[in-house]
């Protein structure tokens, strides 16, 4: 059964903390997706990786950044947490050369107060 | 944009009802994906539709699709409570996937 896993379901930090959410996956998927998702906004992409040490920007990359030193996992970054920040993370990885459909973890609930 | 737009935002029927979401977008597409999300939860996918394809079942759920017109409908036939969730429909374009604000549907018991 294919798995992406999330390091946390619920997250609560204070602003200006650094803060790590960390997803790994099972399946051997190149592209990995990192994404929050708003009431009434939808998902929107932040950053995706489609290869180790290889990263792109999405919609919404500003006071973000990620890592993926290896093929199963895909870290997000929060360098200097803000209130703003506040949402559900939603991690996901799908095959390379599609598009195809995308496996997502649980989610992490992040709250910065 | 390319946005899928839901209609939708929120559907409640009874259970043993059919349930119909459609899906507007804007701009080409390879294919469109359609996902469901439980509470809390993540994503899980339903169905993929290619923009060659017409039309696709999978167990209770038939998607369609119409490129000439942009838009795409699911329908969930003989509903359960446990179809109680979000939907959201995601237009593919290459690497490109985005997601629609999504359609809240309550089956009713």
């Known amino acids: 059964d294919v798995k992406v896993t999330q390091s946390s379901r619920y997250l609560v930090k204070r602003t200006g903390e650094k803060v790590f959410l960390e997803c790994v996956q099972d399946?051997?998927?190149?592209?990995m997706f990192w994404y929050r998702q708003d009431p009434g906004l939808g998902l929107r992409l932040i950053y995706f990786s489609y290869d180790v040490k290889m990263k792109e920007k999405g919609d919404i990359p500003e006071g973000y950044s990620v890592s993926r030193e290896k093929k199963e996992r895909f870290s997000l970054i929060l360098e200097s947490a803000s209130t703003n920040q506040t949402s559900m993370y939603l991690c996901?990885?799908?095959?390379?050369?599609?598009?195809?459909?995308?496996?997502f973890g649980p989610g992490t609930r992040l709250t910065v107060t | 944009s390319q946005q899928g737009e839901e209609d939708p935002q929120a559907l409640s029927i009874q259970e043993g009802e059919n349930a119909t979401m459609n899906c507007s977008y804007k701009t080409s597409i390879n294919n469109l994906q359609w996902y469901r999300q439980n509470s809390g939860r993540g994503l899980v996918h339903l169905i993929l539709i290619r923009s060659n394809e017409r039309e696709k079942h999978s167990g209770r759920l038939r998607v369609t699709l119409d490129t000439s017109k942009k838009s795409s409908s699911l329908l969930i036939t003989a509903s359960r409570a446990a179809d109680t969730a979000s939907y959201f429909c995601?237009?593919?374009?290459?690497?490109?996937?985005?997601f629609g604000p999504g359609t809240s549907l309550s089956v009713i018991p």
């Open positions: 995601a237009t593919a374009f290459y690497d490109k996937v985005i």
């Open positions: 996901a990885s799908s095959l390379a050369g599609g598009p195809y459909e995308q496996y």
């Open positions: 399946m051997d998927h190149e592209n």
